[in-house]
């Protein structure tokens, strides 16, 4: 999620029609270029090995996980940062691009478990997250409504659920169906809350940053769909 105080530009929402429909269009453009050069990635490390190798030092190291959560978060702010610079393009692209390798490698270990012992779970999460963002995006343009509101649940909802996360990390308790399906929950607010933003707090030639905080939504939605699967599955 990103919470983005903007003071330069033109607010989408404010902006003649034509410009408003090419910035959604390229903010969306920027989403699916985002998701494929993500699944490439993911299925290059799966296939090559790199996926399996990574699981094995995650498992055989107490600090590992820590270590890579803790750098996912310092990248993910730096790529955020990025993205919202105003200077220099290539920046923007930049932050965007260094958030979809850090999103590849936070997933690599949940989808070659996944892909190893629970086939078809993928596919699944896969639909079921489609259909999912594509009923909250209808509800967030068609209600026109500013969702800005849900910026401190949302902000709550993370804290309690990186505490949850570092807690079954120390204390070695598994998260399961309750929580997989709270996260899902949590993930849908965020995609109502970056929707709204993109009309009713972006600029007009923010739509790298806008697809950033998109991708950012959708993945964690995905993420814990694939984790609410297989754990139906039983292949957690």
């Not at 494929?36 to 995650?58: D, P």
């Not at 012992?117 to 896969?126: L, N």
């Not at 849908?188 to 009309?199: D, E, F, P, Q, V």
């Not at 707090?201 to 939605?221: D, N």
């Amino acid at each position: 999620m990103s919470y983005l105080d903007m003071s330069s530009g033109q607010v989408v929402a404010h902006a003649p029609a034509s410009e408003r429909t090419a910035f959604i269009r390229r903010t969306y453009l920027h989403l699916a270029g985002a998701i494929a050069v993500f699944a490439t990635l993911e299925s290059f490390f799966i296939t090559s090995g790199i996926a399996a190798k990574f699981v094995s030092v995650l498992s055989n190291s107490g600090m590992g996980w820590f270590l890579v959560l803790g750098a996912f978060m310092g990248v993910s702010y730096v790529a955020d940062k990025w993205a919202r610079s105003e200077v220099s393009p290539q920046m923007q692209y930049a932050g965007l691009g260094l958030f979809i390798v850090a999103e590849a490698i936070i997933f690599m270990p949940l989808l070659y478990m996944a892909a190893t012992f629970a086939p078809g779970v993928i596919s699944q999460a896969g639909v079921a997250t489609v259909a999912l963002v594509a009923g909250l995006t209808f509800t967030a343009f068609s209600t026109k409504k500013d969702f800005s509101f849900l910026a401190p649940a949302l902000a709550i909802g993370g804290m309690v659920a990186l505490g949850m996360i570092v807690a079954s990390m120390i204390f070695g308790f598994t998260l399961g169906l309750v929580f997989a399906g709270a996260m899902v929950i949590l993930a849908a607010g965020s995609i109502l809350y970056t929707t709204s933003n993109m009309i009713h707090h972006y600029h007009t030639g923010q739509h790298v940053a806008a697809s950033l905080g998109l991708f950012s939504s959708v993945g964690l939605m995905f993420y814990y769909l694939v984790f609410f699967f297989m754990n139906l599955a039983g292949g957690d």
